[in-house]
């Protein structure tokens, strides 16, 4: 990537009160296992990972987000216990309903059309919702010892998500870019 583009994704934040509960988990992960990655953003929903994007083109994938995101209603999401990509993370599951797939896909399929932003790996595999809490800096021992912790330990947390986040690098951690509401009032979503 070259140095005078911006690294950005795009995702879901909970409300804060599942932030805050995220970050204490991560914060877990800190304290016993020595991953401090998960840290470096807040707790999120990843629907379209980490791409490249000049700063001079922003008003093109602010308007392109805004217009998408006015195409759907605030939706329910679903937390329930805890999962893992083995040897390295460990996540707060996500249920994966039919409405917020629609919406990954949606939003996969309108930011090739529109702007090439392609997310090529996810191209390969399906997708898989979740809220990462211990990570990349987790050896397979600390996975081993953290997972047994985790693995199932009870956890049913819900929010209405209202709003897609687009989230910046800014050389050290990812902060919050903007926000695009979901302005659509009735219940059903377009498919787009």
Not at 26 to 39: G, I, P
Not at 68 to 82: E, V
């Amino acid at each position: 990537m070259s140095p005078a583009n911006g690294r950005f994704f795009i995702a879901l934040l909970p409300s804060q009160a599942i932030q805050d509960y995220a970050n204490e988990v991560k914060q877990v992960f800190v304290d016993r296992y020595n991953s401090r990655a998960a840290l470096k953003s807040p707790p999120h929903i990843t629907l379209q990972p980490p791409f490249a994007w000049l700063p001079e083109a922003m008003p093109d994938l602010g308007e392109t987000l805004s217009e998408f995101a006015t195409q759907f209603a605030p939706m329910p999401i679903a937390l329930s216990g805890f999962g893992a990509f083995e040897p390295h993370v460990i996540y707060i599951n996500v249920i994966k309903s039919s409405t917020l797939l629609m919406l990954q896909t949606a939003l996969a399929n309108h930011l090739e059309a529109t702007l090439g932003i392609v997310d090529a790996v996810g191209k390969t595999r399906s997708f898989t919702p979740h809220m990462t809490v211990g990570f990349r800096d987790l050896t397979p021992e600390n996975f081993r010892l953290a997972w047994t912790e985790f693995q199932h330990r009870p956890l049913a947390l819900a929010w209405m998500a209202t709003q897609l986040t687009l989230l910046r690098h800014d050389g050290e951690r990812w902060t919050v870019a903007n926000e695009f509401p979901f302005l659509r009032t009735d219940e059903a979503t377009a498919c787009l």
